[in-house]
């Protein structure tokens, strides 16, 4: 810039008012300057241009998994919502124990950006006294974190919406395959799921049977053998509720393996509403993926802008979405 407003005989304020399209500056100068700059191949540094607002113009987005369906749409909400804003997003991976540790233990974005999303994992109270020394914004997506900003879906109501589904079809035995064992921390969703499943049935005045409600590892393959462990109850459920889709995509494969009838012998009701539930038909209660990354996009580009932000605190809807694996039961078994 020096050696430009050199050139230009111009003081190096004229030149950075020329650059910046601030006023101060006639425009036969701006021109000037502007082709002075063309033929030196002269650009304003952007973290040059951020250090001097006290900016660093970056979110950093942490996540459990970057290949999985869930976290990649959330993720390509949140790439949408900040197209254009001039922030950057740097990504991080933290899928293994070690890598997790690692992260929170060094922080590398500690010095790099203005805020940090974390996407839908639970947070040891270590690791929010370490987040809180951060000193930036924190949000949570698909989730809540301590009083931080948070954009969710209430999986309380989402499990109630699939199981009553069930219950209004005529089902007596609503059967739930819950997940357990994935996450070294406690995680809400099982518990809230679990308690959404319980209010349907309470609410019908069915019987809360324990047998009905069994616990697999989260995924395709603990889907398959919880379903496996319903049927071989000596009077297995009519209807079945899923923690997931991919959980009930187990449990399809198991029923029809086993030739039973979907939905005429069992009916089957998952939650999340994966690309590939329209594919199998499966019936679900959809959480909009894609625009909570959005929202958790916005959300962090309105509070990092100085903006009034009423509302930190978002819960979107989910919605029941009825397919082929869901009926009412048979009269006669």
């Known amino acids: 810039m020096s050696d430009l407003a050199d050139r230009a005989g111009v003081s190096i304020a004229s030149v950075s008012r020329a650059l910046s399209g601030s006023p101060g500056v006639s425009d036969a100068t701006r021109d000037r300057i502007r082709r002075l700059a063309a033929e030196l191949n002269y650009a304003v540094s952007p973290d040059a241009a951020r250090l001097a607002k006290g900016s660093r113009g970056r979110v950093a987005v942490v996540t459990a998994d970057v290949a999985h369906w869930f976290y990649a749409s959330m993720l390509e909400g949140i790439m949408s919502s900040l197209r254009g804003s001039d922030l950057d997003v740097l990504l991080y991976e933290v899928k293994r124990e070690e890598e997790r540790r690692r992260f929170f233990e060094e922080l590398p974005a500690r010095r790099q950006v203005d805020a940090l999303i974390i996407l839908a994992f639970p947070v040891s109270e270590q690791e929010q006294l370490q987040l809180d020394r951060m000193g930036v914004t924190v949000v949570m997506a698909g989730g809540t974190l301590a009083e931080q900003p948070h954009v969710r879906v209430d999986d309380v109501e989402a499990a109630r919406q699939a199981t ?17 064992g994935r996450w070294r921390l406690p995680y809400a969703g099982p518990q809230d799921r679990l308690q959404g499943h319980l209010n349907a049935l309470r609410d019908a005045d069915l019987p809360v049977e324990e047998e009905l409600m069994v616990h697999a590892q989260w995924g395709t393959a603990g889907g398959a053998e919880g379903m496996a462990r319903l049927l071989s109850l000596p009077r297995p459920p009519t209807a079945v509720v899923a923690f997931s889709d991919e959980m009930a995509f187990g449990a399809l494969r198991t029923l029809r393996r086993c030739g039973i009838a979907v939905p005429q012998t069992v009916s089957l009701v998952g939650i999340d509403d994966h690309e590939m539930a329209e594919v199998v038909e499966l019936t679900t209660v959809r959480q909009p993926v894609l625009e909570l990354g959005q929202t958790a996009g916005s959300l962090v580009f309105q509070l990092l802008s100085g903006q009034h932000v009423e509302q930190q605190h978002l819960t979107l809807p989910t919605q029941l979405v009825i397919r082929g694996t869901s009926g009412p039961p048979r009269t006669t078994r």
């Open 164 to 180: 009553n589904h069930l219950v209004l079809a005529g089902h007596e035995r609503v059967a739930l395959i819950n997940a357990s």
